[in-house]
């Protein structure tokens, strides 16, 4: 078993445990909000400004989620961020047993004191990794952690798809709040299993500034180190040619998959509902079936985002098992061949065609970033991992807001296959040329040596 190692450790299997109930939530969740907003008010626009709203978090309490990352116990920020997701889901979830679709007023701001409660979840977490487990299954460690933030959401996905797409059809009135509580039992599972991790306590003495003063000490740690420095650069340029992404998946759901297709262009979602509706011996669920294989549906969307998902899980896995030593080239090789996917996305407006690019773009991009994210944790001291952390995380959502809310204009403005064709050739035009620095591309990944785990302490 390719995880045995790591998996042997008590506290990082509670860790991870946890989180793979929690992704497995946030899927049933994510892709079903994304709907609804589009379904409630029929405007692709409002995806992305959901998205930009989402991202604005980041921007605005980052700094503090970091110092507090490098302040208190890691496990106690990690809980508490479960217990509130679970509260603000639970208090949604109350609403729409009222009202199934409640207005853009309600979902906007659910959507944004959730991110609120992720943005101090998210360095605590990258921080604990570190301290959990020894140097040398690090890079492991970080493989199944982001193959199992795949395969998750792709089983969540895939009964969304299935199940909640028939749901959607038969009993519309359940179908959105079935995956709000789904979502906020997986955090309360996540919960569960974080209050039994020992206490995850930074290796540093007493802090003697406030908490900006702290934050800036991350950053000046960053500028300092080129690498670092042109990594952050990549995380800004990358998320803003991609922040249009989901605005654009949502359109061409629509546009491209949303009416009747000839039978020369492919695999048709029309013959597949014309066939159930012809089936004698089931007249009486064929009607609703075909209506949930509709094309444009719910689940083609699905479809998609559980190709790119399943290709992310065999991706991760097999990054995992590589000894990758330059990981600056890993990152500009999976960064250019995720963009030469989404090129030709533009080119596709089949639904296999359309799916396979979907796939192929999840198994090279954990290349672009799994390296990388285990090399900057290898080389940061211990006191620095969660500030650090934030400062990767706001550059990376700084872009969001700008590029979100602009989507919908862009997209109608130039269609999706040309912004598909623009958001490739950005990528690759912001991280190629970062090969020509010679630090960024000689980057070696440290030789990891076993470590005690004395930065904690075990709970009773």
Do not use: H
């Not at 961020?81 to 309600?106: I, N, R, Y």
Request: aromatic share 12%; hydrophobic share 60%.
């Amino acid at each position: 078993m390719v995880y045995r190692e790591v998996l042997a450790i008590p506290a990082f299997r509670r860790l991870w445990l946890g989180q793979a109930i929690s992704q497995f939530g946030d899927a049933f969740y994510y892709l079903i909000f994304v709907f609804m907003v589009n379904q409630i008010t029929g405007n692709p626009a409002m995806v992305g400004y959901v998205g930009a709203l989402q991202a604005i978090p980041f921007l605005l309490l980052g700094p503090y989620a970091g110092v507090l990352a490098d302040r208190l116990d890691r496990r106690l920020v990690m809980l508490g961020s479960d217990l509130a997701s679970a509260a603000l889901l639970l208090g949604l979830g109350v609403w729409l047993a009222f009202d199934p679709e409640p207005p853009v007023e309600v979902l906007m701001p659910t959507a944004f004191l959730l991110s609120v409660v992720a943005t101090f979840f998210m360095p605590a977490k990258s921080a604990a990794i570190p301290a959990l487990v020894p140097p040398s299954l690090l890079l492991q460690a970080n493989s199944l952690s982001a193959a199992t933030q795949n395969v998750m959401p792709l089983i969540g996905v895939g009964l969304s798809g299935g199940v909640l797409a028939a749901v959607y059809r038969l009993f519309p009135r359940a179908f959105f709040l079935t995956a709000v509580v789904v979502n906020a039992l997986s955090f309360l599972a996540s919960a569960w299993y974080i209050a039994r991790l020992p206490k995850i306590l930074p290796d540093r003495s007493k802090p003697a500034g406030g908490a900006w003063s702290e934050f800036a000490e991350g950053l000046r740690l960053v500028r300092s180190d080129r690498v670092l420095a042109l990594v952050l650069a990549i995380g800004f340029l990358v998320n803003l040619a991609v922040a249009p992404f989901f605005v654009v998946y949502v359109t061409v759901n629509t546009e491209w998959f949303g009416v009747p297709t000839s039978p020369e262009s492919g695999w048709t979602l029309t013959g597949l509902k014309a066939a159930l509706t012809a089936l004698p011996a089931s007249a009486a669920l064929a009607g609703p079936l075909a209506r949930t294989l509709a094309p444009g549906q719910y689940w083609v969307l699905a479809a998609f985002e559980g190709g790119f998902m399943l290709g992310m899980v065999l991706g991760s896995v097999l990054v995992g098992r590589l000894r990758i030593r330059r990981p600056g080239i890993a990152q500009v090789a999976g960064t250019a061949g995720c963009a030469l996917t989404i090129v030709a996305m533009a080119f596709s407006p089949t639904f296999w065609g359309f799916w396979m690019w979907n796939f192929l773009a999840g198994i090279v991009l954990p290349l672009a970033w799994l390296p990388m994210n285990t090399y900057i944790q290898l080389i940061l001291p211990d006191a620095f991992r969660g500030r650090v952390n934030s400062v990767f995380a706001m550059a990376s959502f700084a872009a969001m807001p700008l590029g979100m809310s602009a989507a919908g204009v862009l997209v109608a403005r130039f269609g999706a296959e040309a912004m598909f064709l623009m958001m490739g050739a950005a990528m690759i035009l912001f991280v190629v040329p970062m090969l020509a620095d010679r630090q960024f591309r000689g980057a070696t990944m440290p030789e990891p040596a076993p470590a005690t785990s004395g930065t904690m302490s075990a709970t009773p």
